[in-house]
């Protein structure tokens, strides 16, 4: 069973310097609390995975938390660049980060052969694309049985998962709905899996076969309310979409951006505190 924790203990707990970590969530439901709380515990040399890295990744990476990233798409959803992941790609600040780009059918697989526990995975794709010529973990194998030509890439078995979810009951079995990416798979694939979730209940009341991660495959669960914020939880709040125009500005320059997270993060105690901090300013640094 799950053990029901606050969010500062799971991460000192669960998440080492120069782990391997996932924080995934698609559109949705991405776990932008427990972020936070890895800038502010100051973790480092960690390698990310994320199929969609965009906010929370570019201040992970700002921050200097991250020596790698592993990813399949990255930028500010409907506004442009990550400014702090190219900065440190192009210009190594605040300190250098290799990234391996790859396909979302790609990384979504890998998680699958990991959460089975094959060393790689195996699909159809990569005919005519570039992506193999400047990522040589995509490579190409023949099918025994058809002689067909198949890329294969390595399985993703995280050290870390980290996702958020609606609700988890007092068991720690997970319930979470709305557009879904990887989460699941790449929880199973993790050795160890951490779930943040707007509420902690009774009862889940869930339909039949609704739970797809049950307490037994998650090792701590902990209640952030708004935990997704400022993506959106489906059924709980919208996505603030004027934090996702304003974050452009505030993630072009250096200075700007190392003083936002000094006051929106490192100097407040936990993610109730960066709310109480954030609907001050309207999420816009001043």
């Not at 990384?107 to 089975?116: D, E, K, Q, S």
């Not at 004027?242 to 974050?247: D, G, Q, S, V």
Request: glycine share 8%; hydrophobic share 45%; charged share 25%.
């Amino acid at each position: 069973m799950a053990d029901i924790i606050e969010l500062r203990e799971a991460i000192a707990t669960h998440v080492s310097d120069g782990d391997f970590v996932a924080l995934e969530g698609f559109t949705h439901l991405i776990p932008f609390a427990a972020g936070h709380e890895l800038i502010r515990q100051r973790r480092r040399r960690l390698t990310l995975a994320r199929m969609t890295p965009d906010l929370i990744y570019d201040q992970l990476i700002g921050a200097g938390c991250a020596d790698a990233l592993i990813y399949s798409w990255g930028g500010n959803p409907g506004v442009g660049s990550l400014h702090r992941l190219r900065d440190a790609i192009e210009h190594g600040w605040p300190r250098p980060l290799s990234a391996r780009e790859h396909s979302h059918a790609d990384l979504a697989n890998a998680y699958v052969a990991g959460a089975a526990g094959l060393p790689f995975a195996v699909l159809r794709a990569y005919a005519g694309s570039d992506l193999p010529k400047v990522n040589p973990q995509i490579r190409f194998i023949e099918c025994p049985f058809t002689a067909e030509r198949l890329a294969a890439v390595p399985a993703l078995r995280p050290d870390v998962t980290v996702i958020h979810a609606q609700k988890a009951d007092r068991k720690g079995n997970v319930l979470l709905w709305g557009i879904l990416g990887v989460q699941k798979e790449a929880a199973l694939a993790a050795r160890r899996v951490i779930v943040t979730v707007e509420e902690i209940v009774d009862d889940l009341d869930a339909w039949p076969n609704a739970c797809i991660l049950p307490g037994w495959t998650i090792d701590a669960v902990c209640a952030v309310s708004g935990g997704a914020f400022p993506s959106y939880a489906h059924g709980y709040y919208a996505r603030d979409s004027r934090f996702y125009t304003a974050w452009d500005a505030i993630a072009r320059d250096r200075e700007t951006f190392s003083d936002w997270i000094e006051r929106y993060v490192l100097a407040t105690d936990d993610f109730a505190g960066f709310r109480r901090k954030f609907d001050e300013t309207h999420g816009v640094a001043a």
